[in-house]
């Protein structure tokens, strides 16, 4: 099983609305990531996890915030968004991190900020 | 000068013929390399990686490396009309930790019946 699964496909919310975006692999992947990618754009890292631990912070503002309940699940909590921050939002794993470690992209959540 | 530069397209190639499409990077040190297929509205599907100069089969598709001109193809061959959509290159630099990604902007290949 190669397959990354994102709920839900599509989210429409409202600036001062709260909602999460979730992701899950069973790959044994340890692993995960969160990438925003906005239209005729190439996806845009805004955090990792490695072993479900917060590796790395691409300066995303606060109003994303990202869980790693387990080694199977990511989440992403919003809250306050704009409309900017509208886009599709891809989870994606890979085996480890580093060089050599293939990343596998989940569907995606296509987000509308009202 | 962009890390990761691919032409932008649309490459418009017949069906059956050959899709042939380049990425350069910048950074020499760079250690793996990989392609995606994007199709509209859908997220990125891995086509191929490739860590060493030379050529990688899969299928119809082909990888080919050359790190001394420091440039990564993907040969298509007997194109498809499902094999119309963007390809993206993804490179990752030696400075790269924890997994991050330098993409290219994505080629979109148009194959016309």
């Known amino acids: 099983d190669t397959e990354v699964t994102q709920t839900p496909k599509h989210l429409v919310m409202g600036m001062t609305n709260k909602k999460s975006l979730k992701c899950e692999q069973h790959m044994g992947h340890r692993a995960m990531y969160w990438y925003k990618q906005k239209a005729k754009k190439p996806p845009e890292l805004m955090f990792v996890?490695?072993?479900?631990?917060?590796?790395i912070n691409e300066s995303v503002p606060s109003r994303f915030s990202p869980e790693c309940p387990n080694s199977s699940l990511l989440n992403l909590h919003l809250h306050a968004l704009q409309p900017e921050d509208s886009a599709l939002y891809l989870c994606?794993?890979?085996?480890?991190?580093?060089?050599?470690?293939?990343?596998?992209f989940g569907p995606g959540t296509r987000l509308t900020v009202l | 000068q962009k890390e990761v530069e691919q032409n932008s397209g649309p490459l418009s190639v017949p069906e059956g013929a050959i899709a042939s499409l380049n990425c350069t990077y910048s950074d020499r040190g760079s250690q793996s390399f990989f392609w995606y297929r994007q199709y509209s509205g859908k997220s990125p599907e891995l086509i191929m990686s490739?860590?060493?100069?030379g050529d990688k089969e899969d299928g119809r598709f082909t990888a080919q490396l050359n790190k001394a001109s420091q440039y990564v193809s993907l040969l298509i061959r007997d194109s498809q009309p499902s094999d119309s959509a963007t390809y993206l290159c993804a490179v990752r630099r030696t400075t790269d930790s924890w997994g991050k990604f330098q993409f290219g902007a994505g080629t979109q290949v148009v194959v016309t019946p």
């Open positions: 994606a794993s890979s085996q480890k991190t580093g060089t050599y470690n293939e990343q596998f």
């Open positions: 490739i860590y060493s100069n």
């Open positions: 996890y490695s072993y479900e631990k917060l590796s």
